[in-house]
Nanobody, 127 residues
């Protein structure tokens, strides 16, 4: 499985961005997907996750109500819509695939549970 993240950029506080993660080389639609982020000198942290069907989602407390994860299995793309962005959202954002169990209804927030990672896309939010 190969993951390609895109959509990052520079935005003012209060603005919006939509990240996309395109998957190839595997059966994308069977597996949960997640978004993580890593700010300079900080550990990579969970942002959001979505089950294979899109029926269940999970969010970090810091982004609840502002970010929305979704997926289009026909296009093999997972999205992260980010609204009301804050300077503290500045980070490199990574998408990841959890291919441990197909059609699983469980979501995980730890990086170790995800098997494949995209290259990351930089998001900068200015104050």
């Amino acid at each position: 499985v190969q993951l390609q993240a895109s959509g990052g950029g520079l935005v003012q506080a209060g603005g919006s961005l939509r990240l996309a993660c395109a998957a190839s080389g595997g059966t994308f639609s069977r597996y949960a997907m997640g978004w993580f982020r890593q700010a300079p000198e900080k550990e990579r942290e969970f942002v959001a996750a979505i089950t294979w069907s899109g029926g269940t989602t999970d969010y970090a407390d810091s982004v609840k109500g502002r970010f929305t994860i979704s997926r289009d299995n026909a296009k093999e793309v997972v999205y992260l819509r980010m609204n009301s962005l804050k300077p503290e959202d500045t980070a490199v954002y990574y998408c990841a695939a959890d291919v441990s169990i197909a059609f699983s209804g469980r979501l995980y927030t730890n990086t170790g549970h995800y098997n494949y990672w995209g290259q990351g896309t930089q998001v900068n939010v200015s104050s």
